[in-house]
């Protein structure tokens, strides 16, 4: 059973100035938990989000935040090496992680030695160690991890994670880590993060800028009742669902 959840949306002009909020919100929140629990354990996605995080890696909050305290996780990635121009690893390393200083060993990617079953019961199997360690918290309502952010985006056609608009993985309710062999948008082998994990976090923040995304955002944040069509229409959290959005992207609400 989901905990209820305040849900957020904040608009801004330009791409430029959801990147400058971006960088504020979570170098808050990085604070606020390394000083509640002494660590920060952050989600990234592939996608334009990487680029949005820039802000991130320049002062002043490359000098002030606790880069040694954070742990990195992926809501999902491309079963490819990890020098492949697909590989969500790659855009995150290149973009963001090489211009901080987070410890190698606090960076968790895939093993991209292994086939996508293979790869999502490898990663589920190292987040049920780190939780026994509590480097990532247990969610005391649905006994699923519970990261402190998970950084999303969203495609044109709704879906977050690997997780796709009609597609069986949307209703998986036990597992951490799954994996999909038919993605409909290419790489067609990935492996994702369930939405039991997803919705279990204590913040997620959906960033979501351009105009070709106009018409999944205005269903997403319309009042449509169940059933759902769309993966983000699912989203939730323990405390707090962000949406960071710029005009173009907000256009038909
Ligand atoms: O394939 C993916 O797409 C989504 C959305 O990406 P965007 O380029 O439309 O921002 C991304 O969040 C996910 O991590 C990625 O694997």
């Given amino acids: ?26 170098a ?19 996608g334009t989000l990487i680029d949005t995080l820039r802000k991130l890696a320049e002062p002043p909050y490359k000098n002030i ?3 040694g305290k954070w ?6 990635e491309r079963v490819v090496k990890k020098t492949h121009p697909d590989s969500n690893y790659k855009l995150a390393f290149d973009g ?28 589920q199997a190292r987040l049920k160690h780190l939780v026994q ?6 969610s005391k309502v649905t006994g699923f991890p519970r990261f402190d952010l998970m950084l999303l985006g969203m495609g044109p056609c709704g879906h977050l994670a690997s997780l796709f608009p009609a597609h069986p993985l949307c209703k998986e309710k036990t597992k951490w880590v799954t994996y ?36 999944a955002v205005q269903i997403a944040l319309g009042n449509s009742v169940p059933p759902f069509t769309l993966p983000a229409q699912l989203l939730a959290a323990e405390e707090e669902v962000t949406w960071f959005l710029d005009q173009t992207a907000a256009s038909k609400l």
């Fill in 28 to 46: 808050d929140l990085s604070a606020k938990f390394v000083r509640e629990r002494g660590a920060f354990t952050v989600v990234l996605s592939g």
């Fill in 180 to 215: 999909i062999k038919d993605s409909p948008k290419p790489p067609p082998q990935r492996i994702t993060f369930t939405f039991p994990v997803i919705n279990s976090a204590a913040h997620n923040a959906m960033v979501v800028t351009g105009d070709d995304l106009a018409d």
């Fill in 96 to 123: 963001f992680l090489s211009k901080v200083p987070i410890p190698p060993g606090q960076i968790y990617a895939i093993n991209d030695a292994l086939p996508a079953e293979g790869a999502a019961e490898d990663y």
């Fill in 65 to 67: 935040v606790e880069w």
């Fill in 133 to 138: 360690r509590n480097v990532i918290a247990t």
């Fill in 1 to 26: 059973m989901a905990a209820q959840f305040q849900k957020k949306v904040e608009i801004f002009e330009t791409e430029e100035e959801v990147a400058v909020r971006l960088g504020q919100y979570t």
């Fill in 71 to 76: 742990h990195v996780f992926w809501v999902d």
